[in-house]
């Protein structure tokens, strides 16, 4: 494949595609397996990443929510009203408050689906 490149304005240079087929580039082959941490549970635990711990919180700089400006307001304490008649600003509080959860859950889900295709072969 690579012996029919040719250098186009958009894609690399004359002078990468010569070098791309010549016979002194190296291409590595790097397996899945190989990548892979066979103690990821454990790890995740020892460190405290969030999802794994019940009631642990997503880092700022990773959250989909502006916590710090957030928690300035007035809608981030809900009353029991509110909490009773699922407010906008209650369920808003609930899901910075579960974040770390739900992204625990969907990764799970994610997995579980690769395990069943990597069995199945669909």
Known sequence: MLRTLQASPAGPSQAEVDHLTSSSAKVLHISADSMKDPDWKMNNLLTGQPG???ASRVPSEI????????QSTTLSNPSRTQKRKHH???LAQEAI???AEDLDRAAGGKLTKAQTRS???W
């Open 63 to 70: 959250s989909q929510y502006d916590q710090e400006r957030w």
């Open 88 to 90: 906008i600003n209650w």
């Open 97 to 99: 408050e579960k974040e």
């Open 52 to 54: 794994l711990l019940r």
């Open 119 to 121: 069995r199945y072969g």
